[in-house]
């Protein structure tokens, strides 16, 4: 559904609206949800594709214009910390500590599904995400929309996560209703994904919020996905994701043999009039400011034209984590000097 007519002062960029994060603009786009639209909205991560997620019908059309496959679930978004009651229909040992730790803030909690939330939002899985974010603008739009939103980041499947309304534009300019510029997102990778609903906790996606926070806030040991072989814990997982056009190489092990390895692979490529993007040569950045520019620095190496694109390690401490998570899906091949 396209809403046409809205009234003067918004912007229409091919059918898609462009709206400033302000009370009248947030207002507008609430009814949107509410009436069955798609309206992406800037969140502390990345921005989301937002719908209501008590209709499957929106729900489906965000499968549609992202190119997600059916069986990758989505993130449902409350603006309350009660509204958790409405998304989960129970809560499993741990979760309400974590709610009042971690909540509004970048930690998905995977729990029993309500019957309000419809099949189409978890791809049938009995389970459901479920996160308060703490971007005053997401917090605004869902509260005035009165009903939790379902919302996966706002790329087309298969691309790097947006940070900027502009990178939403470029991947799905005319195919929703609206975004909210928010300006960029102050975390730049996506939430931590932790699943309660098993015997142990499980991280399914590193993010901000680390393993040994959430370890400190149970009380207990918390295991990390994807560290063993076999099958994907989570539908997210098996997929290509966050990838920029050029091939990447990533390049792992001893800095002094990484960074003499990347050197050598800077000339072979350049000497064969290959465009090369460096991403994050500089060791020394705090992982925060790498996580806040990955994904743009990954979308601009696109738009400068790029052949190829050699990324380099970073340690795993903190955000770290979460970038090496993304750097190492985002890669065509991993490479250790
Ligand atoms: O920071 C974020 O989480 C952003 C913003 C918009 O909130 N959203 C986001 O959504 O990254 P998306 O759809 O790109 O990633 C959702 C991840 C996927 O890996 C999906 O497989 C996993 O969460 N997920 C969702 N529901 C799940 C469930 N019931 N069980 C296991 N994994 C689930
Ligand atoms: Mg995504």
Known sequence: ????????GFHSITGTFLLQP?????ARAADIIRRGGLVAFPTETVYGLGAAATDAAAVRRIFQVKGRPADNPLIVHVSAKEQ???VAASLPEGAAELVDRFWPGPLSLVLPRSSAIPDEVSAGLPTVAVRMPSHPVALRLIARAGVPIAAPSAN??????????????????????????????????ESTVLDLTGAVPLILRPGAITAEAIAKCLGRAVEIAGKYSGKPPSPGMKYRHYSPRAPLLLITGPPARREKLIAALKRHYQRR?????LLMPDQSVDPAVAARRLYRALRAFDQQGA????????????LGAAVMNRLAKAATRIIKA
Do not use: F
């Open 307 to 318: 052949d190829l694109i050699l990324a380099q390690e970073i340690p795993a401490v903190g």
């Open 273 to 277: 009039n290959l465009k090369v993007g």
């Open 156 to 189: 087309r499947s298969g691309r790097p996560s947006p940070t900027m309304a502009s990178h939403v534009l470029a991947d799905l300019a005319g195919r929703i209703d609206a975004v909210i510029d928010g300006g960029p997102c102050p975390v730049g990778v």
């Open 84 to 86: 958790l009651y409405v």
């Open 22 to 26: 302000h009370g009248k603009a947030i």
């Open 1 to 8: 559904m396209m809403i046409k007519n809205m009234s003067k």
